[in-house]
């Protein structure tokens, strides 16, 4: 039962155009939203997070929307550059047991082409 | 540079031999947590100690066991290693909602 979904195992893109990465969700419990980046052989690296209170959050290139009517959220990077590739892991944060627990997405492997 | 560091970065046991797996954390953060991964899959969180406080998931095995003797050192204890057992482990440490992951250790189990 996967309360975190991306639905896309990758995705490829040319350098400078967008790259739109997507995930839904199931459970409305969730309070926090966040997307990691992986890179082969190295542990995931936090790139940006939203709060269930709000429907965008930006930073730099990276702007993550939120639609909590259809439970989805989108991570949107412009320009995409070659340096972008790797996997990005939807994560959701539910308050349980004393502390904020993730639920992960299996992750959607972006290649940025040169 | 605070940081969540894991030691070995590979490890090689063999079937039924117990292992450790050690991480540390510079971040002072009162949340540790382990999780597993396989390949294409998604981490999966075994335990994690709020403070001193151990939580296991309900789906945790027995054979995976885990200690924190401080706020800066978490360890993963697998009693007897399976091949099933072979995975990516993910060491995190938190204070709010945010995660900061350490490298990880590749387990082989032959």
């Known amino acids: 039962d996967q309360q975190v979904k991306q639905n896309s195992p990758s995705l490829s893109v040319q350098e400078g155009r967008i790259s739109i990465l997507n995930c839904d969700y199931t459970?409305?419990?969730?309070?926090?939203f966040l997307w990691y980046k992986k890179y082969p052989a190295e542990g995931p690296t936090f790139l940006i997070s939203i709060s269930s209170i709000k429907d965008k959050n930006e930073d730099g290139r990276f702007t993550v929307f939120l639609n909590k009517s259809a439970k989805h959220l989108s991570l949107h990077i412009v320009p995409s550059q070659p340096g972008d590739s790797a996997v990005y892991f939807c994560?959701?944060?539910?308050?349980?047991?004393?502390?904020?627990?993730?639920?992960f997405g299996k992750g959607t492997k972006l290649t940025v082409n040169p | 540079d605070a940081m969540v560091i894991q030691n070995p970065r590979y490890q090689v046991t063999q079937f039924g031999k117990p292992v450790t797996l050690s991480c540390s954390q510079t971040l002072n953060h009162n949340v540790m947590y382990w999780y597993q991964q396989k390949s294409s899959q998604a981490p999966k969180l075994l335990f994690h100690?709020?403070?001193?406080?151990?939580?296991n998931e309900a789906d945790t095995p027995d054979n995976f066991q885990s200690r924190r003797p401080n706020t800066s050192f978490c360890f993963l204890d697998i009693r007897s290693p399976g091949l099933g057992d072979a995975a990516m482990y993910l060491c995190?440490?938190?204070?709010?909602?945010?995660?900061?992951f350490g490298p990880g250790t590749r387990l082989l189990v032959l």
């Open positions: 995190a440490t938190s204070k709010t909602e945010t995660q900061y």
């Open positions: 994560a959701a944060s539910v308050y349980q047991g004393g502390s904020e627990k993730l639920v």
């Open positions: 459970n409305s419990m969730f309070d926090y």
């Open positions: 100690y709020y403070d001193k406080d151990f939580n």
